[in-house]
Each structure stands twice: as structure tokens, then as C-alpha cells.
């Protein structure tokens, strides 16, 4: 504690002016504060900041009480009026500065502003000095609630609490209220606090099941055990936001709300949520749906209460109609099961005929696309799909084109299903189902975008024929190996292999770069025309950029050397050397492991890996040397092969 000398004397004379800046809440605290700070040090009094009364000796009290009135009365005229009244009861400045750090300094607030701000800045009309001014301006903010720090620790926190705000920047408009809850709590939560409690809300959360209520679905309140209304639905219970319990949503939770007028004393026996109308008024609805005319109209109806439940099937052309309020199919082979009960539903056909629901089942048209309680009525000659019950479960959108039909889901922009036209109809089709039903095996497939798109994988590629080169030198297969994450001793990354097809003979040579690739290739050209007397006539490589460097291909050019490539993403088209730089990098390996010779040796152990392997029988070769086919008159040692990485014993000649 800083105490003056025994003679205070009195703060500035007449009205000073801390800032010009009041504050107004939190959006400006932080730059408020450091003004007060700033001007409180320049008076010598920054100790009234942060002790209280009761710290001063008792000689010195009455004139620091005296002189802290004074100062707070400054930090009074410092504060917007709209909020004085929020401190104004507080009369000394330790007590008025910690009042208003608690209430204006939720660093995650601000910090979601300057986020959001800076996420969503965009030029538009403003011309390029605004336009940078303002990046500038939010530059200083973002800087101003995440100051830099060299401390670890620090920095862990500041990381946790950006990506915190960028998670509740990036949420759906539906999860506002648990956004505002997270910013609006008293204490900031951590990163993996914000992400468990998103992931219980997710898990309670599920899309419209057979027990969901929309516009085009009227439920009648009964106590029958008929029928599938009621809470009997096969979803996940929703979850509230507001008390946390399961059942109903913050926008039906009575605690908030309080109870509607025909719900003040529920009933003990199960009812349904949504709007209750009597029974009779039920089937005027009922018949009333059965006289509209639509194209194909299907109305499911109950003596009882009871929900028009929708979904689709899997197997055949499926039409998507807007004038069905009901998923329907009369074959019994697209059906995965089928339930019956004695509360089916009467369906309404479009010639005004009528006939009786023989069960409801789970159908799966698509992959993407389950649906329950499909209606099984063996009269229908149509599977038929209800717009209306497809967009709101699957919270999805319908987009249709002269040739195609698009079923999105609205949340993930996901691609749920891809249908066509066909003789003024949308059909929803996969092929590849319909082969699994014996009365559909014959039939020909319509082609589907999605499932191609969804089954494509690459075409195999065929075994290669004997269709070797007939003599040395004709073919040159070549590969880069590399980088080794371990440079060798003498500070090689990378080697490069040239493969004869004829004799499978390689050659290899260690590298520091690939930029030393066409030096190498021309000394290992020279090699072969000096040798063999032997011009190379193809070179076969991969897509690298060393191969296709201007003097690589000008030095191909003049040579009348032809340059095969593979394509892109095809490293199968140059398998000779793929294949080859494996046997010689395991090869390579096994030595290591076996001799316990460090990893910093790989250079020589690749090397020695592949005087061997250009020694052994090859099975390409059936069972020939390489060696053989080339030096048909060298032996294969000319010193007799050593253990890689024995100890080995040199005789020194120099004197003493």
C-alpha cells in the first residue's frame, strides 16, 4: 500500500475531465478504464483505485477520505447518466471502479462483437480508405480484448476463448437462446465446457418423428389405446433450454409460459401436443381433406385419434406428389416389415374410391432417405411420396428442374436424394436395391447421378501381360524416393532409380535435392551409351516437376528420347518403379533392424539393398538374374559380399 506524505493536497481545481469518452457499457469499458488508469497515475493517485478505507493508517483516514470523494465525484462525471444510476450508490473509488469491472468487464461479450464484427466485414460501398480504416479499428479492438502475451499458459486461454466465440458465431439461428445464455453467465466457461454442453443439446435434439405435430396434421385428445398417436413416437425426447428437463421445447415449456386453459389439469391417460379438437370436428376435417381435389389425394383416417404419419420405402420408382398427405406404396415387397393393428387408417384414392390400410412399415427409397410408417394399401398402383411430410421431417427442400428433382437438407446443405423426370413424373431411384426384389430384377435401371456419385470407385487396373521390353534399355522406368526424415551421413534425402525393363537391373543414386535429378540423368545417360553402346528410347515417370523442368525436356528433345508419364493421382501406371523403390526401402530397413546400425546409415544401406537385390533371382524374370541378363560374361561378386554393418578391420599402411 502507497500512502502519501501527511499533507494531501486537494485533486484539481474546478470541473476536470477524465476522458472524453464515457462509459456506456461494456463495449467501451476496456478503453475507459485504461483512460482512468492513465489519468489517475498522472495525479499520483492510482492508489485510491484499488485499497480501500479501512487500509489507510488511522492519521492519514480523514484526509484520504476527503480526498477520495473528491476523486470519485471526477469518475462520476466520467460515466454516461443512462448507467450512473447503476453506481451511483457507490461513494468511494475502490468500491465504484470494482463495481464497475463486475458489471462491464465480460471479456467474452466484447470479444463475440469484435469477432462477429470481423467475421462479417465486407467493403461494399465504402471506398478503400474507410474500408481500411475500419479493418484498422478492428485490428485495435481485437487487440484490445486479446492483448498479445508471451506466456504459455496465457495464450492457451486466449486460443480456448476465440474458437469458444467462433463456435457461437457459426451457430444456427434456433440455438440464439443457449448462445446468449453462454455470453450472459456470470462466469466464463471453458472450450470443452461450451462444446459438452452443445453435444447434450444435440443429443436431445432429433428431427419431426411419428409423434411430430405440423400444420397439416390434427390430433384429437382420446384416451384410446388404438392408433399411433400420442407420445408413442420412435424419436429421441425433445429437450428444454429454459428448465432443463425433457418433454417439451422453451417454446411449450410451462414454467415459461405457464399452461394453456385446456391443459390447467391434464389428464392421468397419455395425450397428444398440439391442437385438440373434438372428435367430430376430426372427421368434418377428415371429410373435408377426402373432397379436395388434387392429382392423387390420400387422406389417412381413425375412428380414434391419431396422427397422418409419413415416410418413405425404398425399392422401384418413387413419385414425389404435393397433393399426398400421406407416404403410400401397395408393394408389399418394398416394405422392411410391416406392423398391422386393428386401428388402421381408411385411405381416399384420387378416383374417390376407398380403401383400407392393410398395416404401415419402414421403407428406405435411398440410403439418405428413411422413412417410417409408410401406408401399405394393395390397391394403390403407385409408391407415392408426400411433399409436405418430406420437408418438414427431414427439415429439407424440394428443387425442382425441366430434367431432375433435388431433395437438400436444409441445415448441412447435404444432398438427401436425386430424382428424374419420366413421362411428366418425378421418380426417386436406386438402381442397385431393385435387384434385390425378384419382380423387379428385370427391369432397367434409370441412371442416377447420386448413385454414382455415392458407389464410385476407381476401375482396376489389369495385371500387367508379358509384354516386357525385348531388348536392354528400350523402356527406363524412373521414380523419386523421398524426403527421409532423417538426412543421411553425408546429407542425403532423397534417391532416384532407374530400372531397365528388360533385365529389371536398377540403378540408384543418393541425392540432397531434386533439383539434382537431370544432372544425375545425364551422367546416368552417359553411363549407358558408354557402356552399352545403347541410346535410351522411353523413359517412364510420374507426374513430378523435376521430369518436366525446361533442360530435362529440352535434353529428352535432342536425344530423341520419348517421355512416358502417368496421370495424375495413377502412381499404378509406373509400378515398376513404385514397386521397386518398396523392395529396396524395406530391404533397406530389414538391414538396419538386423545390424543395429543407426538410421543416419540409410544411404548406405539402400545402396547395398540394391547391389543385392540386382543379384538375385526375380520372379518377373522367372527366376533370372538381372545382373546376368546384362553383364553376360561378369561375375556377380567381384570381391565376395559382406555382412552389412559387421565390423570390418582396415590395415592403415602409413608409417607408424
Known amino acids: 500500500m502507497t500512502t502519501k506524505s501527511s499533507t494531501f493536497s486537494s485533486v484539481i481545481s474546478g470541473s476536470p475531465m477524465i476522458t472524453s469518452e464515457k462509459l456506456v457499457g461494456s463495449e467501451n469499458y476496456l478503453s475507459w478504464s485504461a483512460s482512468v488508469e492513465l489519468w489517475f497515475m498522472g495525479q499520483g493517485y492510482e492508489d485510491h483505485l484499488v485499497t480501500q478505507e479501512a487500509d489507510i493508517p488511522e492519521v492519514y483516514r480523514v484526509q484520504w477520505r476527503k480526498i477520495d470523494a473528491q476523486l470519485c465525484s471526477v469518475l462520476w462525471q466520467s460515466v454516461d447518466p443512462k448507467i450512473l444510476h447503476h453506481l451511483r450508490a457507490y461513494k468511494t473509488c475502490f468500491k465504484f471502479w470494482n463495481q464497475a469491472k463486475g458489471l462491464?468487464?465480460?471479456?467474452?461479450?466484447?470479444?463475440?462483437?469484435?469477432?462477429s464484427s470481423i467475421v462479417n466485414v465486407r467493403q461494399q460501398d465504402m471506398d478503400l480508405s474507410t474500408y481500411i480504416g475500419q479493418i484498422a479499428s478492428l485490428k485495435e479492438e481485437f487487440l484490445t480484448v486479446m492483448p498479445l502475451t508471451t506466456d504459455v499458459g496465457d495464450q492457451r486461454i486466449q486460443i480456448d476463448k476465440f474458437f469458444m466465440v467462433l463456435t457461437l458465431i457459426g451457430l444456427r439461428p434456433d440455438l440464439k437462446t443457449v448462445r446468449d445464455q453462454i455470453l450472459g453467465s456470470s462466469s466464463v466457461p471453458s472450450l470443452d465446457d461450451v462444446f459438452a454442453r452443445l453435444l447434450r443439446i444435440s443429443s436431445t435434439q432429433t428431427l419431426s418423428s411419428d409423434n411430430t405435430l405440423d400444420s397439416s396434421v390434427l390430433v384429437s385428445q382420446t384416451n384410446s389405446r388404438g392408433g399411433r398417436s400420442g407420445n408413442r413416437g420412435r424419436g429421441q425426447r425433445p429437450h428444454c433450454t429454459y428448465c432443463n428437463k425433457l418433454g417439451h421445447t422453451r417454446d411449450r415449456c410451462y414454467q415459461l409460459h405457464g399452461r394453456p386453459p385446456r391443459t390447467a389439469h391434464p389428464p392421468s391417460s397419455s395425450t397428444s401436443q398440439g391442437i385438440f379438437l373434438t372428435d367430430s370436428e376430426y372427421d368434418d376435417y377428415l371429410r373435408y381433406q377426402a373432397t379436395k381435389s388434387a392429382s392423387v389425394a390420400f387422406v389417412a383416417q381413425t375412428g380414434n385419434a391419431s396422427a397422418c404419419l409419413t415416410h418413405t420405402s425404398s425399392l422401384g420408382p418413387w413419385i414425389l406428389d404435393y397433393g399426398t398427405s400421406d407416404h403410400i406404396s401397395g408393394n408389399k415387397d418394398l416394405f422392411s416389415s410391416i406392423t398391422t393393428t386393428f386401428a388402421l387408417p381408411t385411405v381416399t384414392l384420387a378416383n374417390g374410391s376407398q380403401t383400407m390400410a392393410k398395416g404401415f412399415g419402414f421403407a428406405h427409397p435411398l440410403p439418405s432417405l428413411p422413412l417410417h410408417s409408410v401406408l401399405y394399401a394393395l390397391e394403390c398402383p403407385f409408391n407415392l411420396i408426400s411433399i409436405s411430410k418430406i420437408t418438414r421431417t427431414l427439415n429439407c427442400s424440394i428443387t425442382f428442374s425441366d430434367k431432375f428433382v433435388t431433395l437438400q437438407d436444409w441445415s448441412t446443405g447435404k444432398t438427401i436424394g436425386i430424382g428424374r423426370e419420366s413421362q411428366g413424373l418425378y421418380h426417386l431411384t436406386l438402381p442397385s436395391p431393385a435387384k434385390m426384389v425378384p419382380s423387379f430384377s428385370?427391369?432397367?435401371?434409370?441412371?442416377?447421378?447420386?448413385?454414382?456419385?455415392?458407389?464410385?470407385?476407381?476401375?482396376?487396373?489389369?495385371?500387367?501381360?508379358?509384354?516386357?521390353?525385348?531388348s536392354p534399355f528400350e523402356l527406363v522406368h524412373t521414380d523419386v524416393w523421398g524426403p527421409c526424415r532423417t538426412a543421411s551421413t553425408l546429407g542425403f534425402q532423397y534417391f532416384v532409380t532407374f530400372t531397365d525393363d528388360y533385365s529389371r537391373c536398377t540403378w540408384l543414386f543418393l541425392m540432397k535435392n531434386r533439383a539434382e535429378l537431370f544432372s544425375i540423368f545425364q551422367k546416368f545417360y552417359?553411363?549407358?551409351?558408354?557402356?552399352?553402346?545403347?541410346?535410351?528410347?522411353?523413359?517412364?515417370?510420374?507426374?513430378?516437376?523435376?521430369?518436366?523442368?525446361?533442360?530435362?525436356t529440352s535434353f529428352m528433345s535432342q536425344h530423341g528420347i520419348i517421355h512416358q508419364s502417368s496421370y495424375a493421382h495413377t502412381p499404378q501406371q509406373n509400378g515398376v518403379a513404385e514397386r521397386k523403390n518398396r523392395h529396396l526401402v524395406e530391404t533397406a530397413r530389414t538391414l538396419l533392424l538386423h545390424?543395429?546400425?543407426?538410421?543416419?546409415f540409410w544411404g548406405d544401406a539402400v545402396l547395398t539393398a540394391c547391389y543385392l537385390i540386382n543379384r538375385m533371382p526375380s520372379s518377373a524374370l522367372h527366376d533370372q538374374i538381372p545382373h546376368s541378363l546384362l553383364f553376360l560374361n561378369q561375375p556377380l561378386y567381384f570381391l565376395s559380399p559382406r555382412v552389412f554393418g559387421c565390423t570390418c578391420f582396415v590395415h592403415i599402411l602409413t608409417p607408424g
Open 104 to 115: 462491464y468487464t465480460n471479456d467474452i461479450q466484447r470479444l463475440y462483437k469484435v469477432a
Open 442 to 470: 428385370s427391369l432397367s435401371s434409370l441412371a442416377c447421378e447420386s448413385y454414382q456419385l455415392g458407389k464410385h470407385t476407381r476401375v482396376s487396373f489389369p495385371k500387367r501381360l508379358n509384354n516386357r521390353a525385348k
Open 526 to 552: 552417359a553411363e549407358i551409351q558408354t557402356q552399352f553402346n545403347i541410346s535410351i528410347r522411353v523413359l517412364r515417370s510420374d507426374n513430378a516437376r523435376e521430369y518436366f523442368s525446361a533442360p530435362f
Open 595 to 600: 545390424s543395429h546400425v543407426p538410421f543416419r
